[in-house]
């Protein structure tokens, strides 16, 4: 069978599991599973820093793939991105010498900007990669399964509980229709990480576990005259909790997220600590600087998971396991036993660069009209795990899990135009309200 019959099998499959034959935007003229040509083409929404780097990889693959249309709220994002890619020398994306300019094909006109760029770039790929801020990821997520697309998708996938709600709806949508789509929560590529889940049963069952994101913090983007409320929030979105979900969203999900794959679980409750003690003044909006949390799982195991951005603080983004015969540490890819006895030992010049592997992977299915990741319903529930915790610091209460994912809980403005007022507004003194334990009451009942 050749690549194109087992690919138009593919169509028909995914066709009849959509409920629709015909009219099925997936057997448009531009799109690869038509067998028109074997170019896969890729949209990227948000032009970021992941989302030029995810194009890269995407390109690096040994797929025959092309960049055909881009999209971001902002002109110069996408201009920067795209000049990037295209560059003359390509290397310090893809730290090979050469460029990538053959595959790209991005003429003015399918380059598109402003909130509803993603619904014009959409429909002209194979495969669309959503690299925006995670608070539209629900929607851009929807949309591309509405619109029958593979999909690469950065974590988290959401930042409230009524997002977590609207990605699993697509999610389940999204297998029916057999569209792959791959989260990038890249410890589920990466080799060490995958050696040591095979071998996790040297640790018997696992009764605890750690979790750190413990390091500086990031990039502040301060306000600039002349900007709306709007445009000022979604350039510096890292500080507000609608576009980012805190940092024990944003960064942390990856921690928490190994322990929920190694659990085969999520928590049943959430109880913690945290607050701001230099995250301070007008262009760190409502975040954090620091959150530790006590997961519960439904066995009665905790996370004790600790996430912090505070300069000249100890420094450390790693997991541990601890169970009934040893502990799994992620960070030096190794299982011991509660002797100390070294029971695996990866060998880390076996390492890989996750990030390639991520797309290596979705690519050659792809290539194959093969439906191989689901990974969207596990990308919703750890981040759904991430958003608990945050739950728990800024409340100071314990949060159960049924509650707190079925709450409802919306931190989005109702429409999105550079003048609508966001959700969150500063005070007369340019200073934003924040969770204040004690006080901050989700009243869940
Ligand atoms: N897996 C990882 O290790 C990893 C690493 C870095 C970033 N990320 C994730 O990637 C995402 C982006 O992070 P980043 O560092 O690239 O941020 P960034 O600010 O560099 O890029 C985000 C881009 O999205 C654009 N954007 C914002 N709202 C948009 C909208 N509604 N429609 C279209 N474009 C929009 C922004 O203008 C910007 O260009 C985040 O979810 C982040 O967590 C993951």
Request: net charge neutral; hydrophobic share 35%.
């Amino acid at each position: 069978m050749n690549n194109n019959t087992s690919r138009r099998d593919f169509v028909k499959q995914t066709s009849l599991a959509a409920g629709g034959i015909l009219a099925m935007p997936l057997l448009s003229k531009v799109n690869y599973f038509s067998g028109a040509d074997d170019v896969i083409k890729i949209a990227l929404v948000g032009c970021g820093g992941r989302g030029t780097g995810a194009v890269a990889q995407a390109l690096m693959t040994k797929q025959n793939v092309k960049l055909v249309a881009m999209a971001d709220a902002f002109k110069d994002r996408l201009d920067s991105c795209f000049n990037t890619i295209n560059a003359d020398d390509a290397s310090e994306i893809t730290g090979v010498p050469g460029n990538l300019k053959a595959q790209i094909d991005v003429p003015e006109d399918r380059k598109f900007v402003g909130f509803d760029a993603y619904k014009k770039a959409i429909p002209f790929a194979d495969v669309v990669i959503l690299t925006t801020p995670p608070g539209f990821r629900p929607m851009h997520f929807e949309e591309a399964v509405k619109q029958n697309k593979q999909i690469f998708m950065e974590k988290p996938v959401a930042t409230d509980p009524a997002g977590i709600q609207r990605v699993l709806a697509a999610a389940k949508i999204a297998k029916q229709k057999k569209l792959n789509v791959v989260v990038g929560l890249q410890r589920h590529y990466q080799n060490s990480y995958r050696e040591l889940y095979k071998r996790k049963d040297l640790i018997g069952d696992i009764t605890s576990a750690q979790a750190w994101w413990n390091n500086d913090g990031v990039w502040v983007k301060p306000r600039e005259e002349g900007q709306t409320e709007m445009e000022y929030q979604m350039r510096n979105w890292y500080y507000f909790n609608w576009l980012c979900g805190d940092h024990i969203t944003e960064q942390h999900i990856h921690n928490i997220d190994v322990i929920n794959w190694f659990k085969g679980g999520y928590p049943v409750r959430a109880q913690g600590i945290g607050g701001r003690e230099v995250r301070k003044g007008k262009d760190y909006g409502e975040i954090f600087d620091h959150h530790y949390v006590e997961f519960e799982y439904a066995d009665g195991s905790i996370l004790n998971s600790q996430c912090r951005h505070i300069p000249k603080t100890m420094s450390r983004v790693d997991e541990l396991l601890i169970g009934t015969k040893g502990k799994i540490k992620a960070g030096d890819a190794s299982i011991v036993g509660r002797n100390g006895k070294v029971l695996y030992q990866f060998d880390k010049k076996g390492e890989n660069n996750p990030y390639q592997t991520e797309h290596d992977e979705l690519f050659a299915v792809i290539a194959k009209g093969e439906y191989k990741f689901a990974d969207a319903e596990r990308g919703a529930y750890s981040t759904m795990t991430s958003i608990l915790g945050r739950m728990a610091t800024y409340s100071g209460q314990i949060i159960e899990w049924d509650k707190a994912i079925n709450s409802n809980i919306d931190l989005h403005p109702t429409s999105y135009t550079w003048d609508t007022k966001p959700p969150l507004l500063p005070d007369a003194n340019g200073l934003y309200a924040v969770a204040v334990p004690g006080v901050t009451n989700y009243n869940l009942g």
